[in-house]
């Protein structure tokens, strides 16, 4: 079994973003001078962020963009049915099957293994569909930011003239971010799968010993 279970992690990823779209409301300088962005910008020499000031400063937007980020996975997370749920649900129905009731009701309820299946795999898929997607983003996003990096002496941070476009990507804050979202959902990713193996093996040892 995994040390966290996938409806965890995504729990606690989802509670980590409000807390830094709050940092970034609030105190951008708690996030965009912590010791993990200066430490990640000097080993990769990225270059450092460009001043920003209350009027055009990006974290109001980023702040904006995580906290939809968080309640769109909660809300996803919320509407799936987990797996937990399903399991409560098959002490009930095995009975069910070995009774005498009519053939259409018994036809019917036949096919209630193979429902319970589908929607255990629809959890696990969705998420791993997501995790692969955002981790293959935060990826890119990360692999341009490198590649992208200059030398700390004309940097951003003490050149005059103000990125634009997607240059404006190309920050300590922005790289450290996507590179922790892309462990993040890597981990995610892999969770999900092993969740999804070992209750589709459940669910067939539960239907050999039915069927012995």
């Known amino acids: 079994m995994p040390l966290l279970s996938s409806k965890t992690l995504i729990q606690a990823h989802a509670v980590?973003?409000?807390?830094?779209?709050?940092?970034l409301l609030k105190n951008p300088a708690t996030i965009t001078d912590s010791d993990i962005v200066f430490m990640m910008g000097e080993a990769l020499r990225i270059?450092?962020?460009?001043?920003?000031?209350?009027t055009t400063s990006p974290y109001v937007i980023c702040s904006?963009?995580?906290?939809?980020?968080a309640a769109v996975d909660l809300v996803l997370l919320?509407?799936?049915?987990?797996?937990?749920?399903?399991?409560?649900?098959?002490?009930?129905?095995?009975?069910?099957?070995?009774?005498?009731?009519?053939a259409?009701?018994?036809q019917a309820l036949a096919r209630l293994p193979e429902y319970i299946t589908k929607s255990l795999t629809m959890y696990w898929n969705i998420w791993i569909a997501v995790s692969a997607v955002r981790f293959a983003l935060y990826g890119a996003?990360?692999?341009y930011i490198y590649q992208a990096r200059g030398n700390l002496v004309d940097s951003t941070y003490a050149s005059?003239?103000?990125p634009t476009g997607l240059a404006q990507l190309k920050t300590r804050v922005v790289f450290t971010f996507a590179f922790m979202?892309?462990?993040?959902?890597?981990?995610?990713?892999?969770?999900?799968?092993?969740e999804r193996q070992q209750r589709l093996s459940k669910m067939l040892e539960d239907a050999r010993e039915e069927a012995n």
């Open 181 to 194: 979202e892309m462990m993040v959902w890597f981990w995610v990713f892999f969770t999900c799968r092993e």
């Open 141 to 143: 996003l990360s692999f």
């Open 78 to 102: 919320t509407s799936l049915p987990f797996h937990e749920a399903l399991n409560d649900a098959l002490p009930y129905i095995r009975p069910l099957r070995n009774s005498n009731l009519p």
């Open 47 to 54: 270059d450092f962020p460009p001043s920003t000031n209350p």
């Open 104 to 106: 259409e009701d018994l």
């Open 160 to 162: 005059k003239a103000a």
């Open 64 to 69: 904006i963009l995580l906290f939809t980020a």
């Open 16 to 23: 980590f973003l409000v807390v830094i779209a709050g940092y």
